[in-house]
């Protein structure tokens, strides 16, 4: 909801899962944004748009569930020329690449590349590079890992002794762990570039 309330145009947000579109849907009829911005249910691996449609592709987190460079050449078709890419995903921030944390985000289906590796690949995919930086630590725990533990104290509270939620929740903390201890060496970057 912070884009349009930072630029003109219309807005389409797309997402999976009907509850996550209706929740986007509504947040924007309580901005009075509802006449510019639109949840649609759908993938991002197979967008109902028009080629050459959008002069800016969003994505926070989630390219990296298609892979990178899959992600941009696939977006790169609906962008006007000179259009951008805005992405995030888990980057290597630091030459030594700890085995533990490799593993980790091989098992969880995105392995980690670095930084020049993935700036390389968005200048291969017909992008001018324009910018990357990580995102600060801030993102990862008061953004992400404070407000997941709340909601796996939650998923206990209502479904205490399933072995599939302790399990999953067990996974959460290992994820949390790893940060703490390795934050040095990984994090989330947005890469920017320019179709073009």
């Not at 219309?10 to 929740?23: E, P, S, Y």
């Not at 911005?37 to 959008?54: R, W, Y």
């Not at 091989?106 to 590079?129: P, R, W």
Request: charged content about 20%; aromatic content about 14%.
């Amino acid at each position: 909801m912070l884009l349009p309330q930072h630029i003109g145009g219309t807005i389409a947000g797309v997402d999976l899962f009907q509850n996550f579109i209706d929740v986007f849907n509504a947040n924007a009829e309580k901005l009075n944004l509802g006449d510019r911005v639109t949840g649609i249910v759908g993938s991002m691996e197979n967008l109902s748009f028009e080629k050459e449609e959008f002069d800016l592709v969003w994505s926070e987190g989630a390219i990296d569930n298609i892979g990178f460079e899959t992600g941009l050449i696939h977006w790169h078709g609906f962008l006007k020329k000179n259009g951008y890419v805005a992405v995030s995903c888990p980057s290597w921030l630091a030459a030594e690449h700890p085995a533990e944390i490799d593993k980790f985000w091989t098992d969880a289906g995105s392995g980690l590349d670095t930084v020049e590796h993935n700036i390389g690949v968005m200048q291969k995919c017909g992008y001018s590079f324009v910018a990357a930086f990580a995102l600060p630590e801030e993102c990862w725990t008061g953004n992400y890992f404070v407000p997941r533990e709340a909601a796996e104290q939650a998923l206990l509270k209502k479904y205490g002794g399933i072995k599939t939620v302790e399990d999953y929740i067990t996974d959460n903390k290992y994820e949390a762990e790893l940060f703490s201890k390795y934050k040095q060496h990984y994090g989330y970057v947005f890469y920017i570039g320019k179709k073009l």
